[in-house]
């Protein structure tokens, strides 16, 4: 292209629907970064209650000795959709 002369194709509906179709690709191919999963909660929330319940009337001084130790091990036939204790403190935080 020669220099002073300017694009032909400026400024045309070309030129505006391509770039709209650039954007709307890259949305959709890349999607947001930030995307978590949605996971279903298997343990529900009388069973929350009733495990925090159950632990202030122990003997334990920690929450995390007292989930793996009893409701993990001991309690498993009460709550036999337990999760793990990291995923029970995500729960807690919603209850």
């Known amino acids: ?3 002073g002369k300017s694009d032909p194709l400026q400024g045309t509906e070309c030129t505006r629907t ?3 179709h650039h954007s709307e690709t890259k949305t959709r191919v890349l999607g947001t970064a930030n ?4 996971r279903r909660c298997r343990i529900s929330l009388s069973e929350i209650m009733a495990i ?3 632990f202030h009337m122990s003997h334990y001084r920690t929450f995390k000795y007292f989930y ?8 498993r036939g009460y709550f ?3 999760v793990s204790y990291e995923r029970f403190v995500q729960l807690e935080e919603y209850a």
Do not use: F, H, S, Y
């Open 1 to 3: 292209m020669e220099t």
């Open 18 to 20: 391509g770039k709209r």
């Open 35 to 38: 995307k978590q999963r949605q």
């Open 52 to 54: 925090l319940i159950l």
């Open 68 to 75: 793996l130790n009893c409701v993990l091990k001991d309690l």
């Open 80 to 82: 036999p959709e337990a």
